[in-house]
């Protein structure tokens, strides 16, 4: 029996190849890309205490790691990623309290410290922010009242709302960082343009081009094509509103 993707599920992804409402380009290097169908992912997980059954797995073109089609009891679809050891035919739920396998989500609360998680909500209820790309994973460090404490990939510990739903196991391709593109039309299928040297450009393009020969940049501080100095400077603001919520920042 041939799988076919849910229809309901997919939609056709518009190509914005970088430009904003305005048609001026907003982010550069981007364009052209091969078509893609958007999967509809559920991030809120929200149907409580409904099991659902793992139909298949499959490729996501729009992310890093795979997708699981899941059928619930009452016969609703859905699609989330896929954790590492979670196979067809198995069964997961979203629940206030739930087994600790990979695939069950539940609240920060209910997870046993030492776990290690994926999809995290940043807000009670908004859906999964955190943690979402192909191999990543959080370690729950800690439970004190309503303040969970995680680890993340970066190394970063940070303060959670014990309400927060995540789901349980490390997310899957987990060989992704090791892939090789292989060759300069992938790029293009994937929709990324080249990117030109600003030394190769010329001054009014870039503010390191110019000069006869290879004459370097020609400036004590390399800039962006917009003028602004770009070694060593802060781009974080001082004001953010998760700063409170971060207790040790990366690589330190």
Known sequence: ?????????????????????????????????????????????????????????????????????????????????????????????????????????????????????????????????????????????????NAVQLKLPSGEIRVFDSHCRATVGQLGNVEHRNEFIGKAGRSRHMGIRPTVRGVAQNPRSHPHGGGEGRSGIGMSSPKSPWGKHTLGKKTRSKKKYSNKFILQRRGK
Not at 27 to 36: A, F, L, M
Not at 37 to 50: E, L, N, P, S, T
Not at 54 to 83: C, F, H, M, W
């Open 1 to 145: 029996m041939k799988f076919t993707t849910p229809k309901h599920l997919t939609s056709i992804l518009p190509k914005q190849s970088g430009r904003d409402i305005s048609g001026h380009i907003s982010t550069r290097h981007q364009g052209g890309r091969h078509k893609r169908f958007y999967r509809m992912i559920d991030w809120k997980r929200d149907k409580i205490g409904v099991p659902a059954r793992v139909a298949a797995l499959e490729y996501d073109p729009n992310r890093s790691t795979d997708i699981a089609l899941l059928v619930y009891q009452d016969g609703e679809k859905s699609y989330i990623p896929a954790p590492v050891g979670l196979a067809v035919g198995a069964t997961v739920i979203s629940a206030l309290a739930a087994d600790v396998k990979p695939g069950n989500s539940m609240p920060l609360s209910s997870i046993p410290v030492g776990t290690i998680v994926h999809n995290v909500e940043i807000k009670p209820g908004r859906g999964a922010q955190m943690i979402r790309s192909a191999g990543t994973g959080a370690t729950v460090l800690s439970i004190e009242g």
